[in-house]
């Protein structure tokens, strides 16, 4: 997983993200039987997010084969801005066949909204990053109510622990 395009283009001059190297990065991947599972916006999406730069993420994921790109939320932004932010790169997301990937932290740990998001657009381009840690620890949701919520929505799963309240290796917390 790449969590920032561009500081990865910044700290691997054979980045996949480099158009100039990315046959010969794609093709290293392969021969090392490794994939990127996703890439991740770098910042929370909020009202004033650049539709202009979400859609350069699903640009790049397309440009590099990654099939998702994951998005997070401190806050829900209202429906009217909610579309005119993720409007644009859903049609992308669409037209090229990857997905866009809610993670199920800040605002969207209680997995109902999230199903209220995906309400919203009706698309199948539109899934789930399952941050279990969030959902456990945050929205205080157990795993069979996160999965008869969301179901067939999560294609993602990031896993992770706390003890004390600080995050902790999976098997080191409760």
Do not use: C
């Not at 093709?27 to 909020?46: C, D, G, M, Q, S």
């Not at 067939?152 to 409760?174: F, H, P, Q, S």
Request: charged share 25%.
């Amino acid at each position: 997983e790449i969590v920032d395009i561009a500081a990865e283009r910044e700290a691997h001059t054979d980045s996949i993200f480099h158009s100039s190297r990315q046959a010969d990065s794609k093709r290293k991947l392969i021969n090392r039987h490794i994939a990127i599972a996703a890439v991740t916006y770098p910042e929370p999406i909020t009202a004033n997010t650049d539709p202009a730069a979400l859609s350069y993420y699903i640009e790049k994921a397309v440009s590099a084969s990654v099939p998702a790109v994951v998005v997070r939320m401190d806050e829900i932004p209202a429906d009217d801005d909610m579309r005119a932010v993720l409007g644009e790169a859903i049609t992308l997301a669409e037209k090229y066949g990857i997905s866009i990937l809610l993670e199920t932290v800040g605002a969207l740990a209680e997995t109902d909204r999230v199903l209220d998001i995906i309400n919203l657009f009706e698309t199948a381009a539109l899934g789930v990053a399952w941050n279990v840690r969030a959902t456990y620890f945050t929205a205080g949701e157990s795993a069979d109510t996160t999965i008869q919520t969301l179901g067939a929505y999560i294609n993602y799963v990031r896993l992770g622990d706390k003890k004390d309240g600080a995050d902790v290796l999976i098997g080191e917390g409760t």
